[in-house]
């Protein structure tokens, strides 16, 4: 997959951090900050899609923070909950939560990027992480599992490679089997995946992360997959 970005080099004291954005921004795409009650993550196909490209480009750049801005995204008729945005960051890249609001008001004069992503390599480092987690779901190591933090208004999940990939696998399910659910039809939002078993365990309520597909308004331009699209009717001087 190709994805179209933007690069910033902004810095907070005497450390540079090198932050991509990707271009356009999703505007149909919506977070829920899962920190305070039950987080939910939902977009149309293309918000999805890109966003589990993200990950991906996310589990091999290790020394690269990506930013989703998703608090500006279209509202949409979500579960009580306060919007966030999204920062993916390695865990040894060491990048505190609140070193944030220095970093974002650096993100200006950003450059056009395009970055590559591999979705067999994606796929094969998923598959380690769900293998090594049915065996020891209970006692991975930290860098088995993603950590979040809320600071800002925005959602930091610190991860590894194989933890990231898992993630982007996730999303890539939901944007593909959204579109096919029963509700989606009709506009409503469709609980299709969950990051909630790559977040650390907790002893009483923990957090939880889901992932709905929801087509944006008006529904005119949503077609289901293998359902052909609707016919324009024919003018007066159509034959």
């Given at each position: 997959m190709r994805?179209r970005?933007?690069?910033?080099r ?13 271009r ?6 919506t ?10 993550l ?5 918000g999805l899609?890109r966003l ?9 750049s ?8 998703l ?5 949409r008729?979500l579960?009580?909950g ?11 890249l060491?990048l505190?939560?609140s ?5 974002r ?8 990027r395009?970055?590559r992503t591999?979705e ?5 480092h998923?598959?380690d992480?769900e ?7 209970d ?7 993603v ?6 208004r ?6 590894a ?8 696998v996730?999303v890539?399910?939901a944007?593909g ?13 469709v609980?299709?995946?969950s990051l ?8 009483g ?17 949503f077609?289901?997959?293998g359902?052909?699209a609707r ?5 007066a001087?159509?034959?």
């Amino acid at each position: 997959m190709r994805l179209r970005a933007e690069e910033f080099r902004p810095r907070a004291g005497r450390y540079a951090f090198r932050v991509v954005q990707p271009r356009p921004a999703l505007r149909h795409t919506t977070l829920v900050d899962p920190m305070r009650d039950w987080g939910y993550l939902v977009g149309d196909h293309d918000g999805l899609a890109r966003l589990a490209g993200l990950f991906s480009f996310a589990a091999y750049s290790p020394h690269t923070v990506v930013h989703v801005p998703l608090r500006q995204s279209i509202p949409r008729d979500l579960p009580q909950g306060v919007p966030v945005d999204l920062v993916l960051v390695h865990q040894t890249l060491g990048l505190r939560p609140s070193t944030w609001p220095a970093l974002r008001r650096g993100l200006t004069h950003g450059v056009p990027r395009t970055v590559r992503t591999d979705e067999r390599r994606t796929a094969r480092h998923a598959a380690d992480w769900e293998d090594l987690w049915e065996r020891r779901w209970d006692r991975l190591p930290r860098t088995g599992r993603v950590q979040p933090a809320v600071h800002a208004r925005t959602l930091f999940l610190s991860g590894a490679r194989d933890t990231f990939a898992a993630a982007s696998v996730r999303v890539g399910r939901a944007a593909g089997s959204g579109p096919l659910a029963k509700g989606a039809v009709k506009g409503y939002d469709v609980l299709c995946a969950s990051l909630t078993a790559l977040l650390p365990l907790s002893r009483g309520r923990g957090t939880e992360l889901d992932i709905g597909f929801q087509a944006y308004p008006p529904l005119a331009h949503f077609t289901p997959p293998g359902r052909s699209a609707r016919r324009r009717r024919p003018t007066a001087a159509s034959p």
